[in-house]
């Protein structure tokens, strides 16, 4: 990374901010909220020689670790609530109620077959065996880099669709999580497509946690972590949210942290947020009192 005195302030992530609340249709939501939403806003790109891909609008040291337990937890395979809590993730009690468990047929607490870990770590096969997508992609990236077929996907279909006859296997339907790999001169670029976007709550949250994949996966496949890219399809706010964001908006852009792996291992399974440290973070004031959608 650049010296912390020579990156450049990055508005990417604010400058969606003012996209969603200036083009964003009123509609209704599954949460019982309305939003404001707009199909496909630009993508952020994010080289991390600029810096660590967080959020300095608000600060959010009270929860980046915890995003990246949460995917170190679904990288392995968990997905039940005692299981993220094990990693750090705290945040999953009210998607794990009873209620939506029983509605589908799930063990209270189990976030169901069609969720991250499942998905990640055991997706269901024809052959009947389960399939770790996270160990033969990085399999895949050290024995062919060039390839363009580096890919990851979260979605089950059979656990996921809903209708007549039919009975969703999963909470949460996975928000984010499909990731193309490019490995091009040695340097790795994680782009990430997000099809639901919370951009007040959910987004710095994911770039947290998919700016740190990349980092360890870059360390396990030998390469250098250049560049996170986050697209989107459906990018919201919450109309609830809105004054939170305009006071987002008024206040001047920051540059990016440092974030550090102080522990580099060779099994991307054995990394948990403990092996990451923060430094060079000066953002703005916290802001706790954002609603959250459930």
């Given amino acids: 990374m650049k010296p912390f005195e020579e990156r450049t302030p990055d508005t990417q992530y604010r ?16 949460q019982g909220v309305d939003a404001l939403t707009v199909i496909a806003p630009p993508p952020m790109h994010f080289k991390l020689e600029n810096g660590f891909p967080m959020i300095t609008e608000r600060s959010v040291k009270g929860f980046w670790k915890g995003s990246i337990g949460e995917i170190c937890a679904f990288i392995n395979g968990e997905r039940t609530l005692e299981g993220l809590e094990s990693y750090g993730c705290k945040f999953w009690t009210p998607w794990g109620t009873p209620e939506k468990a029983a509605k589908r047929g799930l063990a209270v607490g189990d976030l169901g077959p069609g969720s991250y870990g499942a998905a990640f770590h055991d997706f269901p096969t024809a052959e009947g065996e ?7 992609i990085i399999e895949q990236m050290i024995e062919f880099p060039h390839l363009r077929t580096h890919f990851i996907s979260p979605w089950i279909p059979q656990y996921i669709i809903r209708g007549t006859g039919k009975q969703q296997k999963v909470v ?16 790795l670029t994680l782009h990430m497509f997000q099809r639901s976007a919370d951009f007040p709550v959910g987004v710095p949250s994911n770039m947290i946690q998919y700016s740190a994949l990349l ?14 890219v986050h697209s989107f399809s459906d990018a919201h706010i919450y109309v609830d949210q809105i004054p939170n964001v305009e006071e987002l908006l008024t206040r001047a852009p920051l540059r990016l942290p440092t974030v550090t792996m102080i522990n580099k291992k060779d099994d991307i399974f054995a990394y948990r947020s403990e ?20």
Avoid at 15 to 30: A, T, W
Avoid at 130 to 136: A, D, L, P, R, V
Avoid at 172 to 187: L, S
Avoid at 219 to 224: G, L
Wanted: with cysteine; net charge negative.
């Fill in 15 to 30: 400058d969606n901010l003012e996209y969603i609340l200036k083009h964003g249709e009123r509609v209704s939501s599954q």
């Fill in 130 to 136: 389960s399939y770790n997508q996270i160990k033969n």
């Fill in 215 to 228: 980092m360890m996966l870059a360390h396990v496949t030998n390469t250098i972590p250049h560049e996170f």
């Fill in 275 to 294: 092996d990451f440290e923060l430094s060079d973070y000066e953002p703005h004031p916290g802001m706790k009192d954002i609603p959250v959608a459930v």
């Fill in 172 to 187: 949460v339907a996975p928000c984010h999580g499909w990731m193309h790999f490019r490995i091009i001169d040695n340097k």
